[in-house]
């Protein structure tokens, strides 16, 4: 009776999987559509979660420093509320700063780009004319052209321009995704507090749940992965924080000793891009080399030899001493975990790429370290019986 019973148990179990994974086939568009409607009310909640956990990492370094010996009552009931003050404070002010000390240039290279760009065309112009010996036919063809630069470049800016704002649908919409992601985070911000407020508390209902529902063997598994995705996240995070202030400080200390234009600008630029695993700063040279292009084409070549220089310096030295140690991942799974983290998710996805490859490869190699000590102690158990 209890073997029949066993198995219309298994035969239940495995019946109710099968018609689950059915049903998620034949009604696959409404489930998609449901997922999508819980991911986009609970996202400013998921979004809260992940300010919080990287406000935490500040937030716990500080309280390392309020007052850590004092017995002092009022010190210590506002640790807390100071500590998480001060870490959105930084957080937003960094952003702040970084926004500032950018926009304001970026949009005067563009006004300097779109007056200039005219001027290199028609000095291209005259300067085939002049040298028609070199090019007879195209100087006879470019001799009898009269064509206004600035006019037609006028009128591909404004093509551009309109284009653009076609695709931002309407005005409306423009305000409204705006509005809706100030809200957003608005409402993540103040979702962030409230966990970093009581988070121990949040930590100790946690801790019962899994007492009440889970098996200790499994409570101790799953305990085991979130330390160690944890110990990897934070690691990474702190590591490429870190490594981009070194980069940005010494690209534009590099700067200025040669004097390159937007020194400031261009520096603090590639160090927040360098947030980015690898090919950040990539993007913030491109930036840079454009921005200097409107100065002189001429240094914006030796920006381009700068920074190839700083990044041979930043791949060979920094970053192995300062993310890749922390993280305990070789370079060649970091390269992996962008490449493909940057082709499902982008940006995003290789901010979490590189930290989640890191947390799959030291459990990997924990679980084969424990696998190979109980080899070696169940080979050194059957020599000695023998």
Request: proline share 3%; charged share 15%.
């Amino acid at each position: 009776m209890i073997y029949i019973n066993k198995n219309f148990k298994t035969f239940i179990k495995y019946g109710l999987c099968i018609a689950i994974l059915v049903l998620m086939v034949i009604r696959f568009d409404k489930i998609f559509l449901w997922i999508s409607r819980i991911w986009s009310v609970a996202f400013p909640l998921i979004l809260g979660c992940l300010f919080a956990y990287v406000l935490n990492i500040i937030m716990k370094a500080l309280e390392k420093h309020w007052f850590p010996m004092t017995n002092n009552k009022t010190a210590i009931q506002a640790r807390r509320g100071i500590c998480v003050f001060l870490s959105i404070f930084l957080v937003f002010g960094a952003i702040f700063l970084i926004i500032r000390i950018v926009l304001p240039e970026l949009v005067e290279a563009f006004s300097v780009m779109a007056d200039e760009i005219p001027v290199y065309f028609e000095k291209v112009q005259d300067w085939i004319v002049v040298n028609g010996d070199m090019f007879p036919s195209l100087a006879e063809q470019i001799g009898g052209m009269e064509i206004n630069w600035q006019e037609m470049f006028n009128k591909v800016f404004t093509y551009v321009t309109s284009g653009f704002s076609s695709m931002l649908s309407s005005a409306f919409t423009f305000i409204f995704q705006l509005m809706s992601s100030v809200v957003n985070v608005t409402i993540a911000t103040i979702f962030a507090v409230y966990i970093l407020m009581n988070k121990e508390k949040l930590q100790s209902q946690a801790k019962t749940l899994q007492n009440v529902y889970m098996k200790k063997s499994h409570m101790k598994r799953i305990n085991h992965v979130i330390y160690t995705a944890n110990e990897c996240f934070t690691s990474f995070i702190t590591g490429q924080c870190v490594e981009a202030v070194i980069l940005g400080i010494l690209c534009t200390v590099g700067m200025l000793i040669l004097r390159f234009p937007y020194a400031p600008m261009v520096g603090t630029f590639i160090g927040a891009t360098a947030l980015i695993p690898m090919v950040g700063a990539y993007i913030g040279a491109v930036v840079g080399a454009f921005m200097i292009f409107t100065v002189s084409p001429i240094q914006a070549v030796g920006f381009i030899v700068f920074i190839i220089i700083l990044q041979q310096l930043e791949g060979n030295l920094i970053y192995p001493k300062v993310v890749g140690a922390s993280i305990g991942l070789p370079g060649i799974w970091v390269l992996a975990a962008v490449t493909i983290g940057g082709g499902l998710g982008g940006i995003p996805g290789m901010l979490i790429g590189v930290p989640l490859t890191a947390t799959i490869y030291r459990l990997i190699c924990l679980d084969v370290q424990e696998r190979t000590r109980h080899e070696d102690i169940s080979i050194d158990s059957k020599k000695t019986e023998e």
